[in-house]
């Protein structure tokens, strides 16, 4: 029940509706389809990608009621502070607009 176990912020938004072990690149994952437990959440329907060892959020498909991929995002690049791993890069790929995207780089996370 690999979903369940898995905690990503915003994943207390979301329940598992299925799941499967795949790859992402170079990476063993959990890819899971995600639907939203509540009317408060930006995106009904989710499909994440998260390795496994440890367990980071790398990709995520976001979708609207009407199954309508509206983005994209990208979590390429993580660091360690502390006991936590935080995204230090990710890269937003708008589905709507042909060509529109939107990249964050973190830098002396403490």
Same mark, same amino acid.
């Given at each position: 029940?690999?979903?369940?176990?898995?905690? +990503?912020?915003? %994943?207390?938004? =979301?329940?598992?509706? %299925?799941?499967? @072990? $795949?790859?992402? $690149?170079? !990476?063993?994952? +959990?890819?899971?389809?995600?639907?939203?437990? &509540?009317?408060?959440?930006?995106?009904?329907?989710?499909?994440? +990608? /998260?390795? #496994?060892?440890?367990?980071?959020?790398? #990709? @995520?498909?976001?979708?609207?009621?009407?199954?309508?991929?509206?983005?994209?995002?990208? =979590?390429? @690049?993580?660091?360690? &502070?502390? $006991?936590?791993? /935080?995204?230090?890069? !990710?890269?937003?790929?708008?589905?709507?607009?042909?060509? #529109?995207?939107?990249?964050?780089?973190? @830098?002396? /996370?403490?």
């Amino acid at each position: 029940d690999m979903g369940r176990t898995l905690r +990503w912020p915003g %994943s207390e938004d =979301y329940e598992v509706a %299925s799941g499967e @072990s $795949g790859t992402l $690149g170079n !990476f063993e994952v +959990w890819v899971l389809e995600l639907e939203a437990v &509540s009317d408060e959440v930006t995106y009904p329907r989710r499909r994440v +990608w /998260i390795a #496994k060892e440890p367990n980071l959020l790398l #990709k @995520s498909e976001d979708y609207s009621l009407t199954d309508r991929r509206l983005r994209t995002s990208y =979590y390429p @690049s993580y660091v360690r &502070s502390g $006991g936590s791993y /935080i995204a230090d890069a !990710f890269r937003f790929v708008d589905a709507l607009v042909a060509g #529109k995207s939107t990249s964050v780089t973190l @830098s002396d /996370i403490s």
